[in-house]
């Protein structure tokens, strides 16, 4: 089974800065990943899949990019509504369906 | 528009049963995959268990192996997830979420979510 480690756990950033967070495979899953974004009291969304590429209405400033196993989401300049949870998953094989531990994005 | 509404939580003694309802609307609902994720407190997203279009091929995590069921019915727009044996790891929030996969033996990732329902297991 594979396994999602996600780092930093915590990230503080100040509005209008740049985050990026990360997410290792413990095998391959090639370009099977997927991001999804989870504000408190709401639904998760879909972000990113693909590894790479933007859900339907997601803002050009979440970008995904893969390097082997390791997978990077970068938020290129936070607004208040981007803190939030963020957590990947992979999608190369069913079942299970695996998530990261999640990393909070934190108002610094 | 997608809509996907859970309902059935509540607060459970530990061995007992409950039965989540998902009620979804806006899409060919025979036609997808769909999940049940859940959130306990302090925690981050657990898959707990997912099913094809035509309930061909299902899946658990381990941690509900066994003890959970998920079914589908495709007459009635609606996903279930029947929960026996509860214990207090169970206690979460319990979202429905719609896979991208049409008419496919296998799942991917989860386009749309609900807005959860609280299930509580405690004496």
């Known amino acids: 089974e594979v396994v999602m480690t996600q780092s930093p756990a915590t990230l503080s950033v100040s509005p209008g800065e740049r985050a990026t967070l990360s997410c290792r495979a413990s095998?391959?899953?090639?370009?099977?990943l997927a991001w999804y974004q989870h504000r408190p009291g709401q639904a998760p969304r879909l972000l990113i899949y693909?590894?790479?590429t933007r859900a339907t209405g997601i803002p050009a400033r979440f970008s995904g990019t893969r390097s082997g196993t390791e997978f990077t989401l970068t938020i290129s300049s936070l607004r208040s509504e981007d803190f939030a949870v963020y957590y990947c998953?992979?999608?190369?094989?069913?079942?299970?369906?695996?998530f990261g531990g999640g990393t909070r994005v934190e108002i610094k | 528009e997608v809509q996907l509404v859970e309902s059935g939580g509540g607060l459970l003694q530990p061995g007992r049963s409950v039965r989540l309802s998902c009620a979804a609307s806006?899409?060919?609902?025979?036609?997808?995959?769909m999940h049940w994720v859940r959130q306990g407190p302090g925690k981050g997203l657990e898959w707990v268990s997912g099913?094809?279009?035509?309930?061909?091929?299902?899946g658990y995590a381990d941690s509900v192996k066994g003890r959970f069921t998920i079914s589908r019915d495709n007459a009635k727009n609606s996903l279930y997830l029947q929960m026996n044996s509860l214990r207090a790891e169970d206690t979460a929030f319990y979202y429905c979420?719609?896979?991208?996969?049409?008419?496919?033996?296998?799942?991917?990732?989860?386009?749309?979510w609900g807005q959860g329902t609280q299930v509580t297991v405690s004496s």
């Open positions: 806006g899409f060919t609902f025979g036609d997808y995959g």
């Open positions: 979420a719609k896979d991208i996969s049409v008419d496919s033996n296998t799942l991917y990732y989860l386009d749309y």
């Open positions: 998953q992979h999608y190369n094989s069913w079942p299970p369906l695996t």
């Open positions: 693909g590894a790479s």
């Open positions: 099913i094809t279009w035509n309930s061909g091929t299902i």
């Open positions: 095998q391959s899953v090639y370009s099977n």
